[in-house]
């Protein structure tokens, strides 16, 4: 009866993954605590200091979008099968075309933000193509190729803040000068509401949710992941739908890259990327290729990150510790699920409960 | 000629953190294993090891204790990976977000503090010896650690049994496994000895030739070095010699800090596109079959075949 129960309320795989997150919850908790650190303060400076005043919550839906957007564009990359190392550098790519847009005549014109949006786009997958194309053509790993291209991208930024695009007079990598008004990207009223940011990253997110449940295409991409061979035979060449993933994933990834350079920083400035791409990648990771719980994540972290300022001054706490929780829990995460931790408590669990 | 001796001394003496993470990554490498915590695992032991040294006062224990941490980390990895099937790539990079922001954390204490440093060894008579004089003898213990390393591990993995044996698990783990090797055991043995391998370079940046702890301190080091195992062609001694390269190159950009800002941020970048460059001409090389196998291998060394993949014993 007790076993009938059981089944009625979860359905197996709901039941696994709730009893993992509690698993990871505990784990990290312990490793918190070998901090010195009470994971209960944290957890209430977290709430407290990223949803309670509309500000801090301005800013967690502004981040938050940053890192769905860079975990959709690896979620497209995972599902070709590819790890897509070179994300940062098409963020920073979207941003550098941002910035170029801003800084011509079409900056200070009604046309600025749409022409932004395009041009990160356009960069973003440009530089995404690149990667694609020393993997596809030169068999250059892409691990390999995107971190290089990462700190190419990076190398360009800093050449063209201290050369080119340097502040009237003097060269400092601060950043170029701010971008026009208009060129920024809009906040809802009086409020720091994004709402740019979040209407571009729900767009986002139903553009590929419709692609991977009602094209084909989506299917391509998913299936030149898991099987390149059958794909092969069945006269599709591989090697375009690869360089596909890339280019979608180097646009999406743009759009972030846009955020920071007209929505948060108003210019350029060297490692304007901010690691939300490495970050992409762990949410990536943990959310199993699945769309809306990437967003989950995303604004999970996000609120790490927001409150963790919050943490730093109520609790004298150093500004590392959100990016140590972020990474710590996927750690864990993924431990756990390797070694089947959960389904092992479950029939733990149960069978103790049978034979009661 | 005296210049030319302190330069090239100042080289060897710079680049000693970056031989010991090119020659501990290229053995893992050369196993199957990429330890992609090279970045976290550099930052971390660098913060251990100054730390230990400066509570204990004793240098050998800082070493000694960024060597077990830089072991026990590449553990974690081939754990993960050996045993419960993990990509590698996942652990790994996870693992540098993760060792990179602990160090800034658990380093708060050390951070601009003084402490003891590896000292010098006076060598009788060195001084009467030209250039190697000054650029090997005139060194402390780290530099001439990293020296040797060099050669042990090139004469390892090339001139033993067990070299070929660490070789052959690399190229293809199932044939090594059909040869009664035991594979598991030996990707835990050199990726655990790799990652000691970077522990010791961690441990030697802060406390030799970047002296000290401060936030961030080695940052991208990690990167570079795994840029310049590749650009070795997971051959030691190439591999070293890309790592003096590059520490010609740090040494050049910073006479040139005071000439051209720019330049000085974008040198130590380089490594990057040679990377790509190296891989590009690797495949190439090996489609179009320009070169006989012998000479191409000599010029772009070969690519562990199973380099990175998770061996699943059937």
Redo the contacts between chains.
């Keep these: 009866m007790r076993r009938i129960m059981i089944r009625f309320f979860f359905t197996p795989h709901l039941l696994e993954n709730v009893v993992a997150v509690f698993l990871t919850l505990i784990f990290a908790s312990v490793g918190l605590l070998f901090?010195g650190i009470s994971p209960v303060s944290v957890f209430i400076s977290i709430i407290e200091g990223s949803i309670l005043d509309l500000d801090s919550l301005s800013r967690v839906l502004l981040i938050g979008s940053i890192m769905s957007l860079s975990a959709f564009a690896l979620i497209v990359t995972f599902s070709c099968n590819i790890?897509n190392?070179g994300i940062e550098g098409q963020m920073m790519m979207g941003a550098v075309g941002t910035v170029f847009i801003a800084r011509t005549f079409l900056g200070d014109s009604v046309l600025a933000i749409p022409m932004e949006i395009l041009t990160a786009m356009v960069f973003g997958s440009l530089f995404g193509l690149i990667c694609g194309l020393?993997k596809t053509k030169?068999?250059?790993?892409e691990?390999?190729?995107g971190?290089?291209?990462?700190?190419?991208a990076?190398?360009l930024i800093?050449?063209l803040v201290?050369?080119p695009w340097k502040r009237d007079g003097i060269?400092s990598?601060s950043g170029t000068d701010l971008i026009p008004e208009l060129s920024w990207f809009p906040t809802l009223l009086e409020m720091k509401f994004p709402i740019l940011p979040v209407v571009i990253f729900l767009f986002a997110y139903l553009f590929l949710k419709f692609i991977y449940s009602r094209t084909s295409l989506g299917l391509k991409l998913k299936s030149v992941g898991s099987n390149k061979q059958a794909f092969s035979r069945l006269g599709l060449s591989s090697d375009n739908y690869i360089l596909l993933g890339f280019v979608i994933a180097g646009a999406v990834v743009g759009l972030a890259g846009s955020i920071q350079a007209a929505g948060i920083y108003h210019k350029l400035v060297p490692n304007i990327s901010g690691g939300y791409g490495?970050?992409g990648?762990?949410i990536a990771?943990v959310s199993n290729r699945k769309l809306g719980v990437a967003i989950a994540i995303s604004f999970i972290f996000s609120c790490l990150m927001v409150g963790g300022s919050t943490l730093q001054i109520k609790l004298g706490l150093?500004?590392?510790?959100p990016?140590?929780v972020?990474?710590?829990l996927?750690?864990i995460w993924?431990?756990i699920k390797?070694?089947s931790l959960d389904l092992k408590a479950i029939n733990f669990v149960s069978s103790k409960l049978i034979h009661d | 000629m005296i210049e030319f001796e302190i330069i090239l001394a100042s080289i060897i003496s710079m680049s000693a953190p970056l031989v010991l993470a090119v020659v501990g990554e290229t053995i893992s490498e050369r196993v199957g294993i990429?330890n992609?915590s090279l970045e976290g695992t550099l930052l971390i032991t660098a913060m251990v090891g100054f730390a230990v040294a400066s509570v204990t006062g004793i240098v050998l224990w800082g070493f000694i204790a960024a060597s077990l941490l830089g072991g026990l980390i590449a553990f974690l990895i081939c754990f993960?990976n050996i045993t419960?099937?993990?990509n590698q790539?996942?652990?790994g990079?996870?693992?540098t977000?993760?060792l990179?922001?602990?160090s800034?954390?658990?380093g708060?204490p050390f951070v601009r503090i003084p402490g003891p440093y590896t000292p010098q060894i006076d060598v009788p008579f060195a001084d009467t010896i030209p250039i190697i004089g000054k650029a090997i003898l005139d060194q402390n213990i780290i530099v001439w650690i990293s020296i040797l390393s060099i050669f042990i591990s090139w004469w390892f993995i090339y001139k033993t049994k067990s070299g070929l044996i660490l070789k052959a698990t690399g190229e293809n783990p199932y044939s090594a496994a059909a040869r009664g090797i035991n594979v598991r055991l030996v990707k835990y043995i050199y990726g655990v000895l790799g990652g000691s391998f970077i522990g010791l370079a961690g441990a030697s940046f802060s406390l030799h030739s970047h002296y000290g702890w401060s936030n961030n301190h080695t940052l991208?080091y990690g990167?570079i070095c795994?840029?310049i195992v590749?650009f070795g062609g997971w051959n030691p001694v190439r591999g070293a010699l890309g790592a003096y390269a590059f520490g010609a190159l740090q040494i050049i950009a910073l006479k040139l800090q005071g000439v051209t800002?720019?330049l000085s941020?974008?040198l130590p970048?380089i490594p990057?596109?040679l990377?790509?460059l190296s891989?590009?001409l690797?495949?190439?090389s090996?489609?179009k079959k320009l070169l006989p196998d012998r000479v191409r291998r000599i010029i772009f060394g070969n690519m562990p075949e199973y380099l990175?993949i998770t061996y699943k014993r059937e």
């Design positions: 901090l790890w190392i020393l030169s068999g250059v790993h691990i390999f190729g971190l290089g291209l990462d700190f190419i990076a190398g800093v050449y201290v050369g060269a990598t490495f970050l990648i762990l990771l150093h500004a590392s510790l990016g140590i972020q990474a710590g996927v750690l993924l431990l390797a070694s | 990429v992609l993960a419960l099937h993990i790539i996942a652990v990079f996870t693992l977000i993760l990179g922001k602990l800034s954390y658990l708060q991208n990167w795994l840029a590749i800002f720019g941020q974008v970048l990057f596109p990377m790509i891989l590009v690797i495949q190439y090996n489609e990175g």
